[in-house]
C-alpha cells in the first residue's frame, strides 16, 4: 500500500458500498504532513506538462491542490459554488451535480483568473460520476485554456467517472483507487499511481 492507501485503510471509514468518508485527513480536518506528499506525487507526476495554473473546487480539493501550485510554482483556482443559476457578467460557469450532496449546484470561476494563455491541471479530492471534473473542464475550454491532466487524490474505480474521462483521452492520475467498498472495507485497485 502507498502511503495514501495506507492513510484511507486506517482511517477511511465506509458510510455504504459507494461512499468513503475520510474526514480525519481530507474533507474535515486536514492532515498537513499527508497533503504535502499529494503535492508532491502530483507535482511529480505532472512536472513536465507546462502547467500555468491549477484549478479545483471549494473546499475539499484546495489543500491538495495548494500543496501541488507550491510544488509546480503556479496558483491555484478553485471554483466557487453557487446554490442557484444567474447569470453574472464576468464569470465562466458551469452546472455539476454533485454525488454525495445530491444536489446541483452552479460553479464559477472569475475571466480574470484563467485565460487562453494558460495551460492547466484540475485536481480534486474524489472522482466518482466524473461530474466535478466535466464541470471544471467546461469551465476551462470555456475559458479556451489548455488541459493537460486530471489528478484525483482518491478514485471510485467501480464508478463510472475515471473511465468516462480516459475514454475521452484525459490523462488521469488518481493517487489511490478503490476497487470496492463491500462488507465496511476498503479494497484498492493495485495499478493506482504510486
Ligand atoms: P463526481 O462529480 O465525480 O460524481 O463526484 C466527485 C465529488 O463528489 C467530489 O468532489 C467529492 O467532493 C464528492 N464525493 C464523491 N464520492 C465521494 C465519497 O465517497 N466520499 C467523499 N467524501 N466525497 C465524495
Redesign the pocket.
Known amino acids: 500500500m502507498n502511503f495514501l492507501e495506507q492513510k484511507i485503510a486506517a482511517e477511511g471509514k465506509v458510510l455504504s458500498e459507494?461512499?468513503?468518508?475520510?474526514d480525519s485527513f481530507l474533507?474535515h480536518q486536514v492532515d498537513p504532513q499527508l497533503m504535502q506528499k499529494i503535492g508532491e506525487e502530483f507535482a511529480k507526476l505532472f512536472s513536465d506538462a507546462g502547467i500555468t495554473k491549477i484549478v479545483t473546487?471549494e473546499s475539499?480539493?484546495i489543500a491538495p491542490a495548494v500543496m501541488t501550485g507550491l510544488r509546480l510554482n503556479v496558483p491555484v483556482v478553485f471554483a466557487r459554488k453557487r446554490k442557484s443559476l444567474t447569470l453574472v457578467d464576468g464569470l465562466y460557469s458551469a452546472e455539476?451535480h454533485?454525488?454525495?450532496k445530491r444536489e446541483t449546484n452552479e460553479i464559477s470561476v472569475s475571466k480574470d483568473y484563467l485565460t487562453s494563455d494558460d495551460v492547466v491541471l484540475i485536481l480534486?479530492?474524489?472522482?466518482?460520476?466524473?461530474?466535478?471534473?466535466l464541470g471544471l473542464m467546461d469551465i476551462v475550454n470555456q475559458a479556451g485554456a489548455k488541459l493537460v491532466g486530471v489528478g484525483i487524490v482518491i478514485e471510485?474505480g467501480f464508478?463510472q467517472?475515471g473511465q468516462l474521462l480516459r475514454e475521452k483521452g484525459i490523462r488521469v492520475e488518481s493517487l489511490a483507487i478503490i476497487d470496492s467498498l463491500t462488507n465496511g472495507e476498503v479494497t484498492f485497485k493495485r495499478e493506482a499511481t504510486h
Open positions: 459507494s461512499v468513503l468518508k475520510v474533507n473546487l475539499s480539493g455539476v454533485s454525488f454525495t480534486d479530492d474524489f472522482l466518482a460520476n466524473g461530474q466535478a471534473v471510485k464508478q467517472g
